[in-house]
C-alpha cells in the first residue's frame, strides 16, 4: 500500500529556523524566555532565544573523529575556548537591531535574565550587565554573555553603536542549514523526533538537494521574509 503524499509546506516561522540553525550547531535552548514583572501586570519583556554552547562540543567524536561535523565558527563568531551564551532578537522583515529591554540599563532586564539562569555568582551580575548594556557582551575566563541579532539585513547603526554584537542574516544561516543537511544527510535521515518546524526544513532541504540557491529562496518565501 503507498503512502500518501506529504502536504505541501505553506509555511516557516522564523523564529523556529533561527532555533534549528543554533541547534545544529551545538547550543542548548529556551525559546520565548520572559522576563517576569516584580508584581502583577504584564511580562517586562522576553528573549526570542535564549541559548548555551559548551566549548568542547564534538558531533561525531566517537563516531569518525575524522568527519566531526563542522559548526558555523565564523559565521556566528562561536568560541572553543569559553561556555557561550546568547540572547538572541529576531527581526523577520527588518534589519538586525535589539529592542529597548536589552539596551536600556535603567529597566535592569538584563540583571534579572543574568539571574534567572543562573551563570553568574550574585555579586558579578551588575558588572556583567553593565557591560553588556555597553557592549552586548561580556567575557570572563570561562564564560562569554552576548547579544546576537537576527534579521533580514545589516545594520550600519548596530555595527557602530554595538561592534560586538554579532549580526545573523537569513540567507546566510540558511546556507549554513542547507549544507549540513546535504553533507550529513545519511546521519539525518531519520527525523521523527523533531518537532514538526524542524521536519519541514529537512523536508525542504531534501526537495532542493541539488540547489541550495533554491531551498534559500523558496525557505525565504514560506519565512515571509521579502527582499527588494
Sequence with gaps: MSRAPAPAIKSLTPEKVVYWYFRLNGFLQIENFVVHPDRRGGQ??????????????????????????????????????????????????Q???LNGPWTQQDLQNVHRVLAAIGCLPHDQIVAAAADIYQAGLHRSNTLRIRLVAVGRDQSDDLARDYP???????????AFIWHRFDRYRHQKTQVDQWDAEGRKIKRL???????????????????????G
Design 44 to 93: 517586562r519583556t522576553d528573549a526570542d532565544l535564549l541559548a548555551v554552547r559548551f566549548p568542547f562540543r564534538a558531533e561525531r567524536l566517537f563516531d569518525n573523529p575524522d568527519d566531526i561535523m563542522a559548526d558555523d565558527e565564523q559565521g556566528s563568531a562561536l568560541s572553543r575556548e569559553l561556555i557561550d551564551i546568547v540572547i538572541a532578537e529576531v527581526k523577520t522583515n
Design 95 to 97: 534589519p538586525c537591531t
Design 205 to 227: 532541504a531534501d526537495e532542493h538537494r541539488r540547489s541550495p540557491d533554491d531551498f534559500i529562496e523558496r525557505a525565504l518565501g514560506l519565512m515571509g521574509v521579502r527582499y
Design 164 to 174: 560586538e554584537v554579532r549580526q545573523l542574516l537569513w540567507p546566510d544561516m540558511l
